[in-house]
Structures are given as C-alpha cells and as structure tokens.
C-alpha cells in the first residue's frame, strides 16, 4: 500500500525552478531514500511534504485520501508525518526530559500551548510515556541535562525521540547523520533500521552518505535539477549511467 504519493509537483522561486513535474510513490513500511547532488531540490521537496512550501501545482496525498497541501504544519503532524530536521530543533534551554514532554503532551492535547508549561512536570503521564522512549534511545541516564549542552550526535537523537514519541507513521529525515563520526552514523544506521522493524514506521530518508543510504534503503529516487531522473532498488540505482553522470559528471557511488 502507498503511504505517500506526490503526482506532478512543481515549484519554482522567481525564475528558478526547484522542482519539475516530480512524481513519487512511497510504499508503507518500506525506507524510501532520496538522493542527488547539491541543488536538485530534495529539500524543497521535503518541505512541501511538511507545509513549509506549498507546490505552485501538484498534489501530495498522505495514507490514500489526505491531502497535505495547504495544511499548516501542526495539522500535518496530527495526521502522521513527522519530520527529523538537518539541524536539530529542540529547546536548548530545556532538559532532554522537557524536551521530549513537550511534544508528547501536544501529541495527546491537539496542540501544544505554552499555557500547559505550568503543570507539565506534574502530568505523570506524559512524563512516564517521554522517560520511556529516552530509555529506548539510550538518553534516559541525560534526562535532566539541558538540551543546547549535548554532542551534535545526542541532539539528533533527542530530537528523533522528540518525533517518535508522536507515534508517526511517516518520519521523515533530512540527512540523519550529516557531521556525525562514522561511529555514530554506525549507530544511527541500526536505529533506524531497528525503529523501522519494531515500529513499522515508513521512512524517506534525504542523505548524502551512500554508506547510509545502501545500508537502510528500499527503494531510492534520484532527484538532479528538480527532476526524478532515476528510481530504483539500491543495487539498479548504483549501476545506472544516469546516476553516475548526475554526480559530479560520472564520479562512482
Ligand atoms: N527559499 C528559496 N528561495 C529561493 N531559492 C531557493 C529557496 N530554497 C531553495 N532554493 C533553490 O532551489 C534549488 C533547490 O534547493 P534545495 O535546497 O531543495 O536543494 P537540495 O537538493 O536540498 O540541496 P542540498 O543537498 O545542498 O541541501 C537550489 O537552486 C536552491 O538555491
């Protein structure tokens, strides 16, 4: 079944088109990686997943019958989708525990209003749900350290356990392990792939790194000056000459 499907976006800013005429079809439970050079518009395409853009024509359907076009991010985020950004947003001033009670509580509430700050630390609820997934994530012996102090590696984390405590059904990561050490991209890989099989949440991955990309992807798309020029099974997509020839003019994946 295809957990998101994107017919004929196109969008341009002023003369320059980012994206042309881009169709994709992301199967449930399956990695989705996208991928191309610097430029080809895998981010604007991200965002019009999000409601940070909207496309100038095209739809976006979510899960068969919704569409996400024109919906205000929060709106979004109720339905499903959720988003791992390429710089982590959390609150730097807040405990990794406050952090992940933030989002927990509006996954619960509709809405999260700081108004509800006040009797946060009393919600024992939303308290035992976020401690639980910091344990899952290895962050529970962190919990009161303040957010804006970790390595960039834990503010990844953080901020993937401040999306999955939303019980998504589509994350989506915007380069994952961009400026982590191969050791800790290693341990993002198997995160990701383990949160995928005890979860069953569907994953497009935007990334650089072919290592992550091989390792986690069922499927991927190759965007190169807004348009999809290849898609395919990691193995098809490595030997295509297209591909090749999108990067760097025929550099080798
Ligand atoms: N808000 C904007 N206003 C004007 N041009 C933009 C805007 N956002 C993106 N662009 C342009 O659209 C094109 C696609 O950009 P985009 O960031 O989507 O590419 P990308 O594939 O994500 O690149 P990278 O891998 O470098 O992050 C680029 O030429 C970029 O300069």
Same mark, same amino acid.
């Given at each position: 079944m295809e957990i998101l499907k994107v017919e004929g976006v196109n969008k341009a800013f002023g003369g320059l088109k %980012?994206?042309?005429?881009v169709n994709l079809s992301v199967e449930a439970g399956t990695v989705h990686a996208i991928i191309g050079p610097n430029g080809a518009g895998k981010s604007t395409l991200l965002n019009c997943f999000v409601g940070r853009l909207i496309p100038d024509t095209g739809s976006v359907t979510f899960n /068969? =019958? =919704? #569409? !996400?076009?024109? !919906?205000?991010a929060h709106e979004i985020n109720q339905t499903g989708v959720s988003r791992v950004f390429q710089t982590p947003e959390i609150?730097? @001033? !807040? =405990?990794i525990l406050e952090n992940v009670m933030i989002p927990t509580m509006a996954r619960r509430d509709g809405e999260f209003s700081l108004q509800f700050w006040r009797r946060l630390d009393a919600d024992a609820e939303v308290r035992d749900k976020a401690l639980h997934m910091l344990e899952d994530l290895g962050l529970a012996s962190k919990?009161?350290?303040? %957010? /804006? #102090?970790? #390595?960039r590696g834990d503010k990844r984390r953080l901020e993937l356990a401040m999306c999955l405590v939303q019980d998504p059904k589509l994350l989506l990561l915007d @380069?994952? =392990?961009?400026?982590?050490s191969r050791a800790d991209t290693n341990n993002t890989i198997d995160l990701l792939q383990r949160i995928g099989e005890e979860r069953g949440i569907t994953k497009v991955v935007i990334e650089h790194d072919m290592h992550v990309v091989f390792s986690l992807a069922d499927k991927i798309s190759v965007l190169a000056q807004g348009t999809v020029i290849a898609e395919g099974t990691p193995q098809a997509i490595k030997g295509d000459p297209r591909v090749q020839e999108a990067y760097l003019g025929g550099a080798h994946l």
């Open positions: %980012a994206l042309h005429d /068969g =019958t =919704t #569409s !996400l076009i024109g !919906l205000k609150f730097g @001033e !807040l =405990t919990k009161d350290i303040i %957010a /804006g #102090s970790l #390595s @380069e994952p =392990t961009a400026g982590m």
